[in-house]
């Protein structure tokens, strides 16, 4: 079974940064890791993914030069460095498993709880 639990939201300021992260368990036949946000009364987004085979990430275009995702073995974590950081990045944000050996992957089949992210103006 696969388990994700996210950490390291937080109230700040635009300009400021944070850093998410993600603990993993049961991680056997992962292929990918993303990270997405959900703003109110939104639709859920992509944010970043990295391919754990060839250690590629993919962002999309609102964050690139801003955010980096990584994956640290030692201690089974994903993080997400987000600098300077925009009212309009507001949303919870979740890491999530992508089981489909494709890249940019397709789908992801396993979901975090989230973590709330506030930005103010």
């Known amino acids: 079974q696969v388990q994700l639990v996210e950490s390291g939201g937080g109230l700040v300021q635009a300009g400021g940064s944070l850093r998410l992260s993600c603990i993993v368990s049961g991680r056997t036949g992962i292929f990918a890791m993303g990270w997405f946000c959900q703003a109110p009364g939104k639709e859920r987004e992509f944010v970043a993914s990295i391919d754990w085979t060839g250690w590629r990430t993919y962002y999309a275009d609102s964050v690139k030069g801003r955010f980096t995702i990584s994956r640290n073995n030692a201690n089974n974590t994903v993080y997400l460095q987000m600098n300077s950081l925009k009212p309009e990045d507001t949303a919870v944000y979740y890491c999530?498993?992508?089981?489909?050996?494709?890249?940019?992957?397709?789908?992801?089949?396993?979901w975090g709880q989230g973590t709330q992210v506030t930005v103010s103006s």
């Open positions: 999530a498993v992508g089981s489909i050996a494709s890249w940019p992957p397709s789908a992801y089949n396993y």
